[in-house]
């Protein structure tokens, strides 16, 4: 089982606190979604999950696992930017195969996890491809092709779409929806987009100045909000 749990986590940048104790329990196949404007830690908080950032202070697992001071290679987690960096002198399949190359994977069992990838993300029949010749959706979907191939525990997902256009992310939200129906993993994922969290979430957690104002379900939270906060991102206008 792989739920993540956070007990009092904690960020300070120098000075700076940015992340206050945040104790959060995501249970092991749930979408987690982090919503809350700019600056409040959202990104912060999933790179400590990813371990890109150490902790202050407080702990991370992952299942039964204490991840706090393990390496990100190590955690099981993959990460999906918003910005993907794909090779362009490679075709989608190196693209998502790399990792496990570098890892010292044999080549059938890449060949193998890169058409399994293919598969879900009805990438079948551009694995061929250099990455000028495909679409910005095309493109990020290789992004998460490639987190898929390495079989995480948790996926990280930050604002994975918002540098598409608003068709594509439609499109996108489906295909993410999808990919979690089907690969049961647990998630988390970053977003400003109000109907992006009320779609994918099965749990929303809403964060400001680096804590968690309220945590619910999609309609619970729209129907129920704590507070103005909290209305003003995904309740109801009352
Ligand atoms: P969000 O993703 O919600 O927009 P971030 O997690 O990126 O917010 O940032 C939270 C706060 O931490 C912001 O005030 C930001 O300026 C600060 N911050 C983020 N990364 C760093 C860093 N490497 N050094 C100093 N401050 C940082
Ligand atoms: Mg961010």
């Known amino acids: 089982m792989s739920g993540v749990t956070l007990d009092r986590v904690t ?6 606190q940015v992340i206050h104790g945040v104790d959060l329990t995501i249970e092991h196949g749930e979408f987690c979604v982090f919503v809350g404007p700019s600056g409040c830690g959202k ?4 790179r400590m999950v990813a ?3 150490e902790t202050s202070d407080g ?3 992952i299942g039964a696992r204490d991840v706090t001071q393990v390496d990100p290679s190590e955690r099981g987690v993959a990460m999906v930017f918003q910005t993907y960096a794909l090779y362009p002198h490679m075709t989608v399949a190196e693209n998502m195969g790399f990792g496990l190359k570098m890892t010292g994977h044999p080549k059938t069992e890449i060949d193998r996890k890169v058409a399994e990838a293919a598969r879900i993300l009805r990438l079948d029949s551009l694995l061929a491809r250099k990455p000028k010749a495909l679409s910005g959706g095309q493109r990020q979907r ?7 191939v390495r079989g995480p525990e948790v996926f990280l997902f930050d604002e994975p779409l918002s540098n598409l256009d608003a068709e594509l992310r439609v499109e996108m939200r489906v295909e993410i929806a999808r990919l979690h129906k089907e690969i049961g ?3 988390i994922y970053v977003t400003h987009d109000q109907v992006e969290a009320m779609t994918l979430a099965d749990k929303i957690v809403v964060l400001r100045s680096g804590r ?3 945590v619910g379900r999609p309609l619970d939270l729209y129907r129920d909000p704590d507070n103005r ?5 995904i309740g109801s206008p009352s």
């Open 11 to 16: 960020k300070r940048f120098g000075e700076a």
């Open 59 to 61: 702990t991370i697992r």
């Open 212 to 214: 968690v104002e309220q």
């Open 51 to 53: 371990g890109l950032e």
């Open 142 to 148: 290789v992004a998460i092709g490639r987190a898929i």
């Open 43 to 46: 990104s912060t908080l999933l």
């Open 185 to 187: 993993a647990t998630m």
């Open 229 to 233: 906060f909290v209305a003003g991102f």
